[in-house]
């Protein structure tokens, strides 16, 4: 079976990928397609009665020791908020649609986790103003919500992260907006199969890396790149701990998984070039050839024949 190459970015002249017929120029190459800054909202209050991270006030978040094995204990908390987490990205993606602005989406994320009586972990993490990110089209990751309203025809991620009970629950998925183009559905189809490789590479005895092994194979095997720069990563009672799990095959990765391990996998899979710009805000990554770019993320246990999924709703578990 053939393999298709790489996808570079079309020149000016060139067809446009997203099969429009129009030249590249003249749709997605246009200066205006690409994501720009927005607008900020005033950051958004949680009540006292909510128990916070120690990074809630200081916004600074202070990595300390924290056993890769977890405890039976923080294990069935981490299940609990891992379903929060699961309730969460259901309950905000339920909005997606054209014209609703990502700053909107925040609020209904900031809500969604407050009625349930959890802390938006993303809420001043190193000082990051929202509770909810909001990566577009290009947006790599870590995007900022704002005033822009969503397109027909974008791809949005909502990427949630709660805290309770001690523990954080971390999740992500991409979604469609309104009438979107055949080769961006099949770039979000893809990332999300190449999760499921990465989740059922999991497996006690074996070393991290099978799992960037794994994602890697599938995802270059559909022609698309996967993002070196931003990886998965151990999490508990700290939203990341020391573990990093990459999504591509890295000799490097050799710490061997055990049962009890919680850790995030959460790939990140581009049209085109991998490699990243930063925006001057410090945490809105795009792609450097302003092709489009899909995630998909779940928080797992490692058990002792495989992974059990912490972020699925109680319907995903049944």
């Not at 298709?4 to 020149?11: E, I």
């Not at 700053?103 to 103003?129: C, K, Q």
């Not at 991409?174 to 770039?187: C, I």
Request: aromatic residues 6%; contains cysteine.
């Amino acid at each position: 079976m053939s393999v298709r190459a790489p996808m570079r970015p079309p020149k000016s002249n060139e067809a446009c990928w997203c099969g429009s017929g129009n030249k590249f120029k003249r749709c997605h190459g246009r200066p205006d397609a690409r994501i720009r800054p927005g607008t900020l909202s005033p950051t958004r209050e949680v009540p006292d009665h909510i128990e916070r991270p120690p990074y809630a006030a200081s916004g600074q978040a202070v990595r300390r020791a924290e056993p890769r094995v977890k405890s039976p204990d923080v294990i069935e908390r981490m299940r609990r908020t891992g379903r929060t987490a699961a309730e969460v990205l259901a309950a905000t993606a339920a909005h997606v649609r054209p014209g609703i602005t990502t700053d909107e989406l925040d609020a209904i994320a900031h809500a969604e986790a407050v009625a349930r009586d959890a802390y938006p972990s993303p809420l001043n993490y190193n000082g990051f103003p929202k509770s909810l990110c909001t990566s577009i089209n290009e947006v790599i990751c870590h995007g900022i919500p704002d005033d822009r309203p969503l397109s027909d025809g974008d791809i949005v991620n909502l990427d949630v992260t709660v805290f309770r009970e001690g523990v954080h629950g971390d999740t992500d998925a991409t979604f469609l907006v309104g009438d979107v183009d055949p080769e961006s559905r099949r770039l979000v189809r893809v990332t999300r199969e190449s999760m499921e490789r990465g989740i059922a590479a999991v497996r006690p005895g074996r070393p991290i890396s099978d799992i960037g092994a794994a994602i890697q194979e599938h995802a270059e095997a559909e022609g698309f790149g996967v993002v070196r720069d931003f990886i998965g990563h151990g999490i508990g009672e700290q939203f990341h701990t020391d573990l990093q799990i990459p999504h591509y095959f890295s000799p490097h990765a050799t710490t061997v998984m055990e049962p009890g391990m919680t850790f995030t996998i959460e790939p990140m899979i581009t049209m085109g070039s991998y490699r990243f710009n930063l925006w001057p805000d410090g945490w809105t990554a795009v792609t450097s050839d302003g092709l489009r770019t899909a995630q998909f993320e779940h928080t797992i246990l490692v058990t002792d024949d495989g992974a059990e999924i912490l972020t699925l709703t109680g319907e995903d578990q049944a």
